[in-house]
């Protein structure tokens, strides 16, 4: 025995397909009948749904803007960072520029700078400053593999820097004209008067021995007057700075504290310098007076 609500539902999915055709049909006969009636019936309907799509829409909006919102925000960090590594890279690529400009300046500077006189040159690059209280010498990455040789000048673009004391196979000690050590015969221009440019240490070296000091003043440049075989005379010192009670102060043309590259002129003048004497080693120095001993004895 079939159930009440089994025939029925089987009643209705029969007659509900005929029924919906059937409806179809009459909207399409009625809307070709009369257009102006639905219109305004589609109309009414839009009218009444606006303000519930309208509540609708707007979370939906603000959320849209809320994504917007973090993207641009995401954005806008992950450009911020881009631009933080390419500031950094810029800033690199600028320091080595400046310092490329730099040394082709100074190297420009060098070139112009070679004696006539000179009998060979060797450009070579500051290395070391030995930058001390008691000492005042540079190290240069040139040596003997180079041609440098004891005594040979350093200078640049601007005048002297000092002469080699010391070289080794790949590099040599410039020592300064403001080391203790340096005494340099020199004349000053404007008089023609003999003096000895002594180094003390400090950042002017002192005029001793001056020929004619009441001819002094400020502003005297001071030149290499080639005395004693060991400078060129000509080679730009500094100029006369201070003047005091039987002591004048002279400035070097050269910023001794700020040097990176030199030239090292060969003027043929070196080999006139007297060979360092050699240490003596201690063993040596312990058997010496025992030896003086025995022969005393004898």
């Known amino acids: 025995m079939i159930r009440p609500s089994a025939q029925l539902r089987a009643t209705i999915q029969r007659t509900t397909p005929p029924l919906l055709i059937l409806l179809s049909a009459a909207i399409v006969i009625l809307g070709k009948a009369d257009q102006t009636m639905f ?3 589609r109309t009414n309907l839009t009218d009444d749904a606006a303000p519930v799509l309208d ?26 960072v881009r631009l933080t590594r390419e500031n950094e890279r810029l800033l690199q690529w600028q320091q080595i520029a400046l310092k490329l400009t730099a040394d082709n300046g100074e190297l420009r500077g060098l070139l112009k700078s070679v004696p006539d006189n000179a009998v060979s ?36 673009g601007d005048g002297l820097v000092g002469r080699l004391t ?29 003096a000895v440019l002594a180094g003390d240490n400090s950042g002017r070296p002192r005029l001793l021995y001056v020929s004619e000091p009441n001819t002094l003043k400020i502003g005297d440049r001071i030149l290499t007057s080639g005395d004693g075989g060991i400078f060129s ?33 060969d003027y043929g ?27 005393s004895v004898r």
Do not use: C, F, K
């Open 269 to 295: 003048l070196s080999g006139s310098l007297p060979e360092p004497v050699p240490a003596v080693p201690h063993s040596e120095r312990r058997v010496r007076p025992a030896a003086a001993n025995e022969a």
């Open 39 to 41: 219109e305004t019936l």
């Open 121 to 156: 040159y060797v450009t070579a690059r500051v290395i070391a400053n030995s930058g001390g209280g008691y000492v005042r010498t540079v190290m240069v990455n040139g040596g003997a593999d180079r041609g440098l040789a004891r005594g040979q000048a350093a200078i640049t």
């Open 166 to 194: 010391e070289v080794g196979r790949r590099a040599a000690r410039v020592l300064l004209i403001t080391d203790l050590n340096s005494r340099i015969p020199v004349v000053i221009e404007s008089s023609h008067a003999s």
């Open 55 to 80: 509540a609708l829409s707007r979370p939906i909006g603000a959320a849209d803007s809320v994504v917007d919102w973090a993207r641009g925000i995401v954005s806008m960090y992950q450009e911020n």
């Open 233 to 265: 005379p000509g080679l730009p010192v500094g100029v006369v700075a201070a003047l005091g009670p039987g002591e004048a102060r002279v400035e070097p043309y050269v910023d001794l504290s700020r040097l990176g590259y030199v030239l090292i002129v």
